[in-house]
């Protein structure tokens, strides 16, 4: 694998469920990032990690827990989600230093019921 | 704070039209430009960059000139095709703590017809 890959790609999943996304980058990068996106809205920001260290939560709800075990790793927990959270989920990678551009995941698109 | 700017869409072009899209910034620094482009069901890719002023990024015959008195960084393409198809989205980049943040424009989705 190359990349930064996602899995799943799809996820239907009721109010009450509980489940998970992962993310994972095979660029040797330190920095891992979640974004949302919406239709007819931008992007937005919802995690930052740098060297396994969350640095950035942008007001993100608690129905919504990232983890991080190592910097080639991440997850992004869901639980009791609304039908508002649908939307495609981004995972990226950059390096802190050097290299200054994200690459990104084909994305997670999740539907909630 | 910083922002993106970017023409709305969508845009509808005939196959070998001339495209531009235009993008403007608000940011407090020199930050770095990009366009990255999303095709159909697929994530972000980059298109180009540029990180100072009078730069030039280029690729897949798309380009785009970081101008620092008009904060802009509009996307250029002489020749488009049917492929192109896809939203293009400018985003810049300004060192943020311990970590690289990427600030986005909405987006313009673009349809080229054969």
């Known amino acids: 694998e190359t990349g930064v890959t996602q899995t799943p790609r799809h996820l239907v999943m009721g109010m009450t469920n509980k489940k998970s996304l992962k993310c994972e980058q095979h660029?040797?990068?330190?920095?891992m990032y979640w974004y949302k996106q919406s239709a007819k809205k931008p992007l937005e920001l919802m995690f930052v990690y740098s060297l396994e260290e969350r640095v950035e939560n942008n007001s993100v709800p608690s129905r919504f827990s990232p983890e991080c075990p190592n910097s080639s790793h991440l997850f992004l927990h869901l639980h009791t989600l609304q039908p508002e959270d649908s939307a495609l989920y981004l995972c990226a990678s950059s390096q802190q230093r050097g290299s200054i551009e994200q690459y990104f995941g084909p994305g997670t698109r999740l539907t909630v019921t | 704070g910083n922002s993106v700017t970017q023409m709305e869409g969508p845009v509808t072009l005939s196959e070998e039209a001339f495209l531009t899209i235009n993008c403007t910034y608000t940011?407090?620094?020199?930050?770095?430009l990009f366009w990255y482009v999303q095709y159909p069901g697929e994530g972000l890719q980059l298109l180009l960059k540029?990180?100072?002023?009078?730069d030039k990024g280029s690729n897949k015959g798309f380009e785009a000139t970081y101008r620092k008195e008009t904060t802009s960084f509009h996307l250029e393409k002489g020749s488009v095709q049917v492929s192109d198809s896809a939203v293009y989205f400018c985003a810049l980049s300004e060192p943020s703590g311990s970590a690289r943040q990427l600030t986005f424009g909405s987006g313009t989705q673009l349809t080229v017809l054969p």
């Open positions: 540029a990180t100072k002023a009078d």
């Open positions: 940011a407090t620094g020199y930050p770095s």
């Open positions: 660029l040797g990068h330190n920095a």
